[in-house]
């Protein structure tokens, strides 16, 4: 008998997927956050019509090339100040109110005012109700404080419209308008100018890791001051390789100009293991504290992958 042997060909081949780089950032508990929308900015903070540039810096014979790698802001987490800090979904109690405002409204709807001393009517579920609202308001303290978490977001030149004078108007209503009208209102404002711009960051209490809009990259080193736990950490995947660079950078621009950005942070790749790069950051003007460590992993489309 005739044994038919067959061989399948094995082909080796390479994956030429994404080409680009993978930066990890840890900034230092100290680094700014932008200050809360239409406030002047307060100690320790940029005003909040800038954005940051991270930059990669190539020395070439008398020349240096630079290159954007990646836009963000730096904000607090939830910002009370904002317009558009408000409850969003289909599980939240009054939908479009600002959160500032949350306590009040279930006050008015249990009729608790003094959690010691609820009325007589009052049920075991508003009695619990009417104390989660107040631990939600000083939870909001804790995180929107001068400790509390700072988020590294997209970068957007988008603002709000401006505010109603009262509820009365059509426009956004100003954040102590709680009826069921102004709420309607300003959950349609919000969200038609969340639409217009998705990187418009607006944070939130609820999920700290899901906005309500923009994008969350990750946050500043520091402790959640309601657990507390440590947090930290952002990253970027970039459509820049990132090799051979000699020095990288982080710049503050005003928004909406050609300014060529303040320094902020500054510091020269060193090689690691396997092509890792790392890299210690300093500001010119804070040395030792305002810093950041920077791990980059550069053109990670180099790997091959047999089959």
Partial sequence: MRIAIIFWVVNVACVDGFRGANVQIDLSPGTPVQASVGQTPGTNEFPENVHLRLSAIQHIEDRDALIEVQRFELHKVVDVASPCFIDVGINVRFPGIHVSEFERAVQEDTGITDLANPPAGATEQQKIDAATAQQRMLN?????????????????????????????????????????ASNA???AICQDTWA????????????????????????????????????????????????EIDEYAITVHPDGTDDPGTLFLVGTPVDGPRGVDHVHLESPSLPGVVTAEMTVFPNLGEDEVSF
């Avoid at 970068?155 to 004078?165: K, R, V």
């Avoid at 509820?167 to 069921?180: H, I, K, N, Q």
């Avoid at 711009?197 to 959640?224: H, K, S, W």
Wanted: net charge negative.
């Fill in 185 to 187: 209102r300003r959950l």
């Fill in 140 to 180: 909001l303290a804790r995180l929107g404080g001068s400790m509390g978490i700072k988020v590294v977001t997209s970068a957007s030149e988008s603002i709000y419209p401006a505010l109603d004078a009262d509820c009365t108007g059509s426009g956004l209503p100003p954040p102590a308008c709680r009826d069921e």
């Fill in 196 to 243: 217009a711009d998705p990187l418009l960051f607006e944070g939130t209490d609820r999920v700290l890791t899901a906005p309500l809009a923009g994008t969350t990259f990750g946050f500043v080193d520091g402790l959640n001051p309601i657990t507390p736990t440590p947090i930290g950490g952002a990253q970027w995947f970039v459509d820049v390789a990132l090799e």
